[in-house]
């Protein structure tokens, strides 16, 4: 079984910024990517980044130049640094990852930003 904990999630005003981190425990194989979605209230949950095994990288289009992802997903870590934040940023953050083709996910950390 695959735990992933997610922290550093809270309030934030316009323009200001964020780190989030995720660290996964128990045994994985073949771990293609580590990364984010989030899931604002009455939307779908959407990617927001993510970081390959190979170290290759990938932005939603609405985040790309605000945020940075690095990590090591080999090391079972991964972090989120998200700047110029606006309140459409605002929702609930999921770390995933991907292994085996089985995807699993954190319990989720609230991003807040008011305007």
């Known amino acids: 079984q695959v735990q992933l904990v997610e922290s550093g999630g809270g309030l934030v005003q316009s323009g200001g910024s964020l780190r989030l981190s995720c660290t996964a425990s128990?045994?994985?194989?073949?771990?293609?990517?580590m990364g984010w979605h989030r899931q604002a209230p009455g939307k779908q949950r959407e990617l927001v980044a993510f970081?390959?095994?190979?170290?290759?990288?990938n932005f939603a289009d609405s985040v790309k130049g605000r945020f940075s992802i690095s990590g090591d997903i080999t090391r079972n870590t991964v972090s989120l640094e998200m700047n110029s934040l606006k309140p459409e940023d605002t929702a609930v953050y999921y770390c995933?990852?991907?292994?085996?083709?089985?995807?699993?996910w954190g319990q989720g950390t609230q991003v807040t930003v008011s305007s």
């Open positions: 995933y990852t991907i292994s085996e083709g089985t995807t699993y």
């Open positions: 128990g045994r994985r194989f073949s771990v293609a990517v």
């Open positions: 970081i390959a095994s190979g170290g290759g990288t």
